[in-house]
């Protein structure tokens, strides 16, 4: 029986040294780090309370300040310039936007104002500048006067975009050509003429690019004929509007070339001009050296 306790303690003692001898190897375990909510995340980029009632502050402040602009006499329309306008249109210039005086700069409607402006005869574009803090100004782009329209008694001033200016006694405006035109058509001023007639007034128009447009003393229009009649006696025919534009050219080419006393110089046909009763043959010459 002693022998049997021998046995166990002993048995005890080398189960003690074994656990002793096995040391456990050093290991690291991760711990997961605790997720954020997306509530506090989303917290970092909302406003304080602070920064939003500066936030707030900050945009009345500038509705009052808009308010004040708009519905007090700070800024009142006190004066109004026209600049680009002779004397005369630039009076009915201010005339037509008195209603604006006393309104508010800031409140003032442009589009309104053009369509006012505009509406005047010999305007033919105008755009707005606010001057602060009182000066409405007006930038006037005249309609030019190319041609006087004489139709029966009626003279009519008409610009190079085809719109009536004004009605002219009997022989004012000497120094524009005279463009007649037979047919029935009622011409109101500050309207524009009718398609039909538009090509006569490109003839005259500074715009045409035509060397002797400043010879031009009167324009015969019909459906199919068009006639320049320059102020030395010459008429230079053009026949119908087509290819108006080459035609004008062509001619203006060759009248340093026409015989003193011809009586005409026919373009209608542009290959084959003819000045009195002969053919212009050193056209092709002419045509080919643009320098000449």
Known sequence: MAANSHTVATGGRAGRGARSRARPESVVVPFPRPAVSGRLALGRFVPSGRTFLRLVLVLAAAAGCWWVARETSLFATRAIDVEGAPPPLARAVEQALVSALGESLVALDFSALERTVEALPAVAAVRFDRAYPGTLRALITPERPVAVVRQG???????????????????????????????????????????????????????????FKAWVLSVRFSEDELTLRLRRGLEVRLGNAEDLALKLAVAARILPLVEPGSAYLDVSVVERPVAGAGFVSSLGAILSNPQR
Do not use: C, M, N, Y
């Open 153 to 211: 008694q009626a003279s009519l001033l008409v610009s190079e975009r085809g719109r009536v200016i004004a009605s002219l006694v009997r022989g004012a405006r000497r120094d524009l050509p005279r463009v007649w035109f037979a047919a029935e058509e009622p011409f109101a001023v500050g309207g524009f003429v009718s398609e039909t007639i538009k090509p006569a007034i490109g003839a005259v128009s500074p715009h045409a690019g035509v060397a």
